[in-house]
């Protein structure tokens, strides 16, 4: 099924597929524009930087073997505009986390996140899952608090990495 969402200058049709390798270098591009434009309003540039050390191309390769990764394309131009990812939370069964959860800058606000959390939402780690879990960016948290999260265990502050800890249970 193809997604349309209407930009200031015309219709964008958009689709989604599981990541493979062949995506990595423009995933990790991608989330480095998304925190260096986006996040950087709550973030420090070296905060950012330090965690993009960990979001490279290699990194999201090695993860995908764990998580189930989508990512989302501009149709016309094939070009990847968001990204995200759900897998087990410390292996267990019952739970699950998801994972860097990032749509490019001027795609933001028109829904194409919304779309995202729910193709997530439709995976089997999320339909086995009891209780989900999300680290939230501080950019992000308003976001996953409308799509149904909320603060695990009702602890609104920040943890040692600056992140909100927000859970949803599944009660399918």
């Known amino acids: 099924m193809i997604n349309a969402i209407q930009k200031k200058w015309g219709i964008v049709t958009f689709n989604f597929r599981r990541f493979n390798n062949a995506d990595a270098k423009e995933v990790s591009a991608l989330v480095a524009k998304t925190m260096r434009t986006t996040n950087i309003k709550d973030y420090s540039k070296t905060y950012l930087e330090n965690s993009l050390k960990n979001l490279t191309a290699a990194a999201f390769i090695k993860r995908a073997k764990y998580f189930h990764c ?49 193709v997530l939402e439709q995976d089997v780690y999320f339909k086995r899952a009891k209780r989900i879990e ?17 603060f695990k265990n009702g602890v609104s502050t ?4 600056q992140l909100y800890r927000l859970e949803k249970y599944n009660i399918q």
């Open 134 to 150: 999300v680290p939230a960016s501080i950019t992000g948290v308003k976001f996953y608090q409308k799509m149904g999260y909320s």
């Open 70 to 118: 989508y990512v989302f394309y501009d149709t016309s131009t094939k070009k990847l505009i968001a990204v995200g990812s759900i897998g087990p939370y410390f292996e267990q069964k019952d739970e699950s986390c998801l994972f860097n959860i990032f749509v490019l800058p001027k795609y933001q606000g028109k829904g194409i996140g919304k779309k995202l959390i729910h």
């Open 158 to 161: 920040l943890d040692d990495e």
